[in-house]
């Protein structure tokens, strides 16, 4: 199954191996034509569904590289760290929690494993001309970027507790064991919600629960299959430094049950750390505040949601995608690529169309091979222009999933896509 996607997201353009005629870097990945535009159609639901749709989340944008001091502070510089084994054959380390069975998944070899040893996996950077230059790090997690940011938004807007702060930018991590196609990479992107509550139990309580729901009804309304998410509660010993509770939401992936989303009780970990409290403006009471986080990957989610999308039919490998992620949205043809008035019509048509989405023409081969590479890329509708657009001003609509074809007037024809596509 992953060889399938891997195989497409390359053909296709979705996804190719960063730096390939070199011969790639393990853990890092480029987004092609398709990828991105998926890519940017999930941020773009993702942050209209957190801050557009809610009165009480702002958006930010921080920067990739901060002072060093925010991940001492954080406590990320000494404790974001994987346990690490090395095979003594054949020198390949591992993350000792992902190794089943002590047996080398490189070479195969039983019980020759070091010892766990702690590894750090922030990345770093030397800035500046002059020796020695000045080390930093990209950041692990898009998170502290929205804590070192906390008192410029209180001062700056006008949100009150509860409220939250969204983010979607790149983290970077050096990964140990980067694998399973981008699911763990070494740079991906993070959306994240950090959501600031009075510090109370119940109040905690009642807000993880809540962003728990929330998260996975948002991947289930956006076409997950239910029976393939499900949570798992982090044990007390995998729990992040900073969680006080900890739920990840998990995919059932062709490689097994694997993290989609974390929720995180950050409890009042990272503001404390930065020495940041907040004042309520009514009771003039001064507190730190507590964080509920969800924190989901824009890879993943890409990943995850190429392979629930994946069908393969008797004659046609289908993607069916919700249309608010499609990365195209209606694919245009002539009937028969050799009648110039069909072809010129058909441009019209295509002309009229673009614009405010991706939209694609193909005037290559015959129409049933030109609708089964919409459908390998989960296109929602293709639109044929034949003989009697050419009577009528009508052409057909068809529907991916269905196949169904349906006859619409050219005058309609946009607001009819629209109110099918959801835009
Ligand atoms: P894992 O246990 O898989 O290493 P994590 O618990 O360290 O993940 P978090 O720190 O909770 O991950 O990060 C939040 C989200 O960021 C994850 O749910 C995932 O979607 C994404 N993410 C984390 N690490 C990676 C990675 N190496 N590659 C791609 N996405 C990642």
Redesign the pocket.
Known sequence: MMEKIIALAKRRGFIYPSSEIYGGIA?FWDYGPLGVEFKNNLKKIWWKHMVYERDDVVGLDASIIMNPIVWERSGHVSSFADLLVECKNCHHRFRADKIEKETCPNCGQKNNFTQPKKFNILTEVYLGVTEPKQKAYLRG?ITQGVFVNFKNIVDSSRVKIPFGIAQIGK?F?N?IT?GNF?????E?E?M?LEFFIYPDDKEGDKWFSYWKEERFKWYVDLGIKEKNLRFRDHEHHER?HYARF?T?IEYQAPFGW?????I?HRGDWDLSRHNLTYKDPNTKEEFIPWVIET???V???TLFFLIDAYYEEEERVVLRLDPRLAPVKVAVFPLLANKENLVEKAKKVYNLIKGEYLTAFDDRGNIGKRYFSQDEIGTPFCVTIDFQTLADETVTVRERDSKKQERVSIDRLKDYLNQKLLI
Do not use: C, I
Request: no cysteine.
């Open positions: 853990g997690e983290a991590r990964e980067p981008t699911f763990r990479s070494r991906f993070q994240e992040a900890a990840d694997s993290e989609f989303e974390g995180h924190s989901g990957g890879d993943r989610a």
